[in-house]
């Protein structure tokens, strides 16, 4: 049993009523989103030490997964920051 559980494959985006690239980003979103929650999930049963019994092969995919968790939060915490770096812009009196 390792640890890590691939991701599903998500449906294609809708064709039309959008912007060139909207369907790509709201895709990326939706990875990064995934990407959090199944690292949370990996850290709560680690950390209720659920994961008893695992060989070297499967503690290191338990690793790579909490990486991985750590990178999805790390670009999460940058989007944010852009995104209310824009508002500020925007919303500026200048």
């Known amino acids: 049993m390792v640890p890590v559980e691939p991701t599903p494959a998500e449906a294609p985006p809708a064709k039309g009523g959008g912007r060139a690239g909207e369907g790509t980003f709201l895709k990326a979103l939706k990875g990064i989103g995934h990407a959090v929650d199944g690292g949370e999930a990996l850290i709560a049963s680690a950390s209720r030490g659920n994961l008893g019994g695992l060989d070297s092969g ?15 939060v ?19 009196p200048h």
């Open 58 to 72: 499967q503690l290191i995919a338990l690793q790579a997964g909490i990486y991985r968790y750590s990178e999805a």
């Open 74 to 92: 790390d670009l999460v915490a940058k989007l944010v920051d852009r995104a209310a770096t824009a508002v500020k812009t925007v919303v500026s």
